[in-house]
């Protein structure tokens, strides 16, 4: 049971190139999120999705696109990489909106923009 | 929106008890504690619902006190493995049932 694995788990691009992170889910969980993690900051959510179709905005969406075409997947895009989106991203599911259902983490993808 | 936790960093002997506190100038529906080891992932340690239930887990347990808007977190007779930076992720209202708006983070370190 690999749980949430994200792809890939480093990468370094050039400002203004492109780049779409991958996380997939194995747990059938419905609600999945993108996080960044900056120092000092703590996890800010980027955007999330309560079903497949679906997405909305999280605290920090500008200068990202996602997509949830399937049920395990959730796509986070960068169209044009800028300095300031360096950052470790973290993505993560849960089982349902309730509030007694944990929120299981990728294991980060570490992203530097130069 | 995002709640503020305290204090930013404690470090402890093994063996010692600290708190951490999160507290929210939000109406709280939830409060998640997650613990995290440097360059891995985000831990689930345990949920509380409003109504101030208080939860335990080994020998961390923490509190929900929804009249005052927030949560703390015990760790008691601390061991070299709690050393990480814990978060707490609140769900703001009703409306914000899902979605967790995390703290900055409180920096634990457990020295021999």
């Known amino acids: 049971n690999a749980g949430v694995t994200q792809t890939p788990k480093f990468r370094v691009l050039k400002t203004g190139q492109s780049m779409t992170l991958l996380c997939a889910q194995d747990?059938?969980?419905?609600?999945m999120y993108w996080y960044r993690q900056d120092p000092g900051m703590g996890l800010r959510l980027i955007h999330y999705s309560v079903g497949e179709g679906t997405t909305a905005k999280g605290e920090v969406p500008d200068g990202y696109n996602v997509s949830r075409l399937k049920k395990q997947n959730f796509l986070l895009g960068l169209e044009s990489a800028a300095p300031s989106q360096t950052s470790v991203y973290f993505c993560?599911?849960?089982?349902?909106?309730?509030?007694?259902?944990?929120?299981?983490f990728g294991d980060g993808t570490r992203l530097s923009i130069l | 929106q995002q709640p503020v936790q305290s204090p930013q960093a404690v470090i402890l002997r093994e063996g010692e008890d600290a708190v951490i506190n999160c507290s929210s100038s939000k109406a709280l529906y939830s409060v998640h504690w997650y613990r995290q080891k440097h360059g891995e992932a985000p831990v689930f340690l345990m949920i509380?619902?409003?109504?101030?239930e208080q939860k335990g887990h080994e020998k961390i347990s923490a509190s929900f006190n929804e009249k005052k808007q927030q949560s703390s977190l015990y760790l008691t007779a601390s061991q070299l493995s709690y050393s990480g930076t814990y978060f707490c992720g609140t769900e703001i209202g009703a409306k914000g049932r899902g979605k967790l708006i995390f703290g900055q983070g409180t920096e634990l370190s457990v020295k021999p």
């Open positions: 509380l619902l409003k109504g101030g």
């Open positions: 747990m059938n969980h419905e609600y």
């Open positions: 993560a599911s849960s089982y349902h909106r309730d509030s007694n259902q944990p929120q299981h």
